[in-house]
């Protein structure tokens, strides 16, 4: 042991001493008085923000907070083929004495074509029309001033989308009616479509920027803009825990009409009615939860199977639009379990951050343990787990003996949930790890995605995939999917959703069949007589055991009936091929809504064409004019609707506040002051600064004043 002679610190950098008073310690009735007013202050914050409940607009009176603005809503929806027509209804009716302006920001799946918006006043309907987005929220703003009721709805994410009211008088309803398309879902025999109605609140990184340019009059959410999320103020809704009765009630009603003779009908989440129907072509099913309004605290999904062989390995849906003829393409490549002829390479990464909290990490630490139990002892791996850092198993990947898996199950049994959602370092690490030669290396990342700079995430894995393989699971009752499906798809490979623990067997199992089997590649397709469509995804991606094809094409001229198509590929050095003969019965099924996902399709394309390096400006120019030949809500498009007259008189002020989403089911309770423990929470950290400074000033104030005074 050794001891190095300190250094000497210069005299002029020294401080002298002040009188021993000045510096006295805090005495101890001082110090509990401190801590007595910092415990209740914040137990005040807790009880006043659980007690004001959730699915209300809160508006702020001289003599406190009134709650004033209800929230129902309600989605009818009709699923044909593999096409989804959802009418989703949301009611605000304000039940307090002062105008209001209702700011909600909610979900809808990542795949949502929203193609219309109208608003009701009693029984005043006024049909949106679509703007430039710029243009739509001048044509708010204005009639938001003016005292007359309006309506605006904007997308933030491709799952995330803002709806704004303005000028609902005292003890009115208005009525916000959105229709849009999605697909329907089909991967190992089953059916499913997916209805977002909450959300994970996001994790925000960067510097808080105090630019007024970066900042809204619609965003009201907990975060500030930061430099790498400069919308952070509007994807980061207020939260709200659910209490005992139902808050932010949801009624769905389902009419099934698929076709074909159903084997099962059934939720995960939700309880069912199913009443089988005789209609003329055939029998449809007429499906509600039970009970009728449900908590918007998780996400609804229906999914269905159908009688063994009855399931469809190819279809077509043609519509024709405005003299242009547009198809659906659906092939099922074969279910095959070929054994994989390169042992694999696997990273695992797993997200502990606070947003999985509760029932999400038991989920996620169930679904790693059982994928270590898959591995085979020729097989490599590894695990990172991340929160606001990230650490590593090991140094580097590692055999899979029955040492190194002991030792992994075990560090696995020790993680917990805490802390933020810093993705992008344990993605780097896991992408940038060197390849083994002779290995077939793939990444699987368990997360609820519950992040705002998703496009930076997509950025490096486009950049950083090389021959790597990226797998996502999805955790939670409301995972962040937009995310979860678009970075599986930058990184040629596929994701699952586990929503509920007894799901994690059944799609972990599915996953592993795709790890393990050969995928198919270099997809091909051959049109009849020479038509070239234009189809989207432009380029056909690589294809796993149990997916289908889906393909939307816009056509040069009439698609032939009859005529072919013939589907080629690539499996386990083989090659595979299917050819569908167009017939008048098959180019026939019903196919209202195909034109809508052709354009949808395509402007996925063109907005994902801007993480390949693409500018911002081109894209804009090209997505723009298709958004409003087709209706459809986009990055640049927004519905607007507005009276003529005004309603509001003028004198009477408008309260603007936000409307809160349900915190997802299953998360901590400890978040229930609305500010997510993942995320850089602006406003509280300011009321605890002010907080803080007051204390200080209560306890320090004789020597502040002696000092300055």
Same mark, same amino acid.
């Given at each position: 042991?050794?001891?190095?002679?300190?250094?000497?610190?210069?005299?002029? %950098? %020294?401080?002298?001493?002040?009188?021993?008073?000045?510096?006295?310690?805090?005495?101890?009735?001082? !110090?509990? %008085?401190? %801590?007595?007013?910092?415990?209740?202050?914040?137990?005040?914050?807790?009880?006043?923000?659980?007690?004001?409940?959730?699915?209300?607009?809160?508006?702020?009176?001289?003599?406190?907070?009134?709650?004033?603005?209800h929230l129902e809503s309600s989605a009818d929806v009709t699923i044909k083929g593999m096409l989804a027509k959802v009418v989703l209804t949301q009611t605000f009716q304000n039940s307090g004495p002062d105008w209001a302006e209702a700011v909600y920001v909610f979900p809808l799946p990542e795949t949502a074509a929203v193609s219309r918006m109208v608003m009701t006043i009693g029984e005043r309907k006024l049909v949106a029309e679509i703007r430039e987005r710029q243009e739509?929220?001048?044509?708010? !703003?204005?009639?938001?001033?003016?005292?007359?009721?309006?309506?605006?709805?904007? !997308?933030?994410?491709?799952?995330?989308?803002?709806?704004?009211?303005?000028?609902?008088?005292?003890?009115e309803m208005v009525t916000i009616e959105l229709q849009f398309q999605d697909l329907v879902d089909y991967r190992d025999g089953v059916f499913r479509w997916r209805l977002p109605t909450t959300l994970t609140p996001r994790y925000i990184p960067g510097t808080p920027s105090d630019d007024p340019e970066m900042h809204s009059d619609l965003g009201n959410g907990w975060s500030l803009?930061?430099?790498?999320?400069?919308?952070a103020h509007l994807i980061t809704p207020w939260m709200a825990v659910a209490a005992d009765g139902i808050d932010n009630p949801l009624s769905v009603h389902v009419t099934l009409d698929t076709g074909l003779s159903l084997a099962d009908i059934s939720s995960p989440y939700h309880q069912l009615v199913t009443v089988a129907k005789n209609a003329d072509k055939g029998v449809y099913h007429d499906i509600v939860t039970q009970p009728a309004q449900v908590p918007m605290d998780r996400d609804f999904e229906l999914s269905w199977r159908t009688p063994g062989g009855q399931a469809p390995n190819a279809a077509l849906f043609v519509e024709q639009v405005a003299g242009e003829d547009y198809a659906l393409l659906m092939v099922v490549p074969p279910q095959q379990a070929l054994a994989q002829t390169l042992p694999r390479e696997v990273i695992f990464i797993i997200d502990t951050s606070g947003s999985m909290g509760g029932t999400s990490i038991e989920q996620a630490k169930s679904s790693l343990q059982m994928a270590l139990g898959r591995l085979n002892s020729g097989d490599r791996f590894n695990l990172i787990e991340f929160n606001s850092h990230y650490r590593a198993l090991f140094t580097q990947s590692q055999p899979a003996s029955a040492s190194n898996l002991q030792r992994a199950q075990n560090f696995v049994a020790k993680l917990r949930a805490n802390g933020g959602t810093e993705m992008e370092a344990p993605l780097r690490a896991a992408l940038e790890a060197p390849e083994t030669e002779g290995y077939l290396k793939q990444v699987v990342f368990i997360t609820d995605g519950s992040v705002g700079n998703e496009a930076a995430l997509f950025e490096l894995i486009h950049r950083k995939l090389g021959d790597t393989r990226l797998f996502t699971v999805g955790i939670g009752s409301?995972?962040?999917?937009?995310?979860?499906?678009?970075?599986?798809?930058?990184?040629?490979?596929?994701?699952?959703?586990?929503?509920?623990?007894?799901?994690?067997?059944e799609r972990m199992q599915a996953l592993f069949n795709k790890l393990e089997s050969p995928v198919l590649t270099?997809?091909?397709?051959?049109?009849?007589?020479?038509?070239?469509?234009?189809?989207?995804?432009?380029?056909?991606?690589d294809l796993y055991q149990g997916e289908p094809l889906l393909l939307s094409a816009r056509f040069n001229a009439p698609l032939p009936v009859p005529g072919e198509i013939v589907i080629r590929g690539q499996q386990a050095g083989q090659t595979w091929s299917r050819t569908l003969n167009v017939r008048q019965e098959n180019s026939g099924i019903p196919a209202a809504g195909v034109s809508v996902r052709w354009a949808r399709s395509k402007i996925e394309a063109l907005l994902d064409s801007r993480v390949r390096g693409r500018a911002e400006t081109e894209v804009r120019d090209e997505v723009l004019p298709l958004a409003l030949t087709h209706q459809l809500l986009s990055p640049y498009t927004s519905f607007v609707a507005a009276e003529e007259t005004p309603a509001r008189p003028e004198p009477e002020p408008l309260a603007t506040q936000p409307v809160p989403n349900l915190l997802p089911h299953g998360q901590i309770a400890a978040r229930q002051v609305m500010y997510p423990q993942t995320a850089t929470a602006a406003p509280l950290q300011w009321l605890l600064g002010w907080l803080m400074l007051s204390l200080w000033l209560a306890t320090h104030w004789r020597t502040w004043f002696r000092r300055h005074g």
């Open positions: 042991m050794c001891f190095h002679k300190p250094r000497r610190i210069p005299s002029h %950098l %020294l401080l002298v001493p002040e009188p021993p008073v000045y510096r006295r310690p805090m005495s101890r009735w001082r !110090q509990a %008085l401190a %801590l007595l007013l910092l415990s209740l202050t914040l137990a005040g914050i807790s009880v006043a923000r659980a007690e004001e409940g959730s699915g209300q607009l809160l508006l702020q009176r001289e003599r406190g907070t009134t709650p004033a603005l739509a929220q001048r044509i708010y !703003q204005e009639a938001k001033a003016a005292g007359k009721r309006a309506a605006l709805t904007n !997308q933030q994410r491709p799952n995330l989308f803002t709806q704004a009211v303005a000028n609902i008088g005292p003890g803009p930061t430099d790498q999320v400069p919308d409301a995972p962040n999917s937009f995310f979860m499906r678009k970075a599986a798809e930058f990184g040629r490979g596929t994701f699952t959703f586990i929503g509920a623990q007894h799901e994690v067997a270099d997809i091909a397709i051959t049109w009849p007589n020479g038509i070239t469509p234009e189809i989207w995804p432009e380029r056909i991606p």
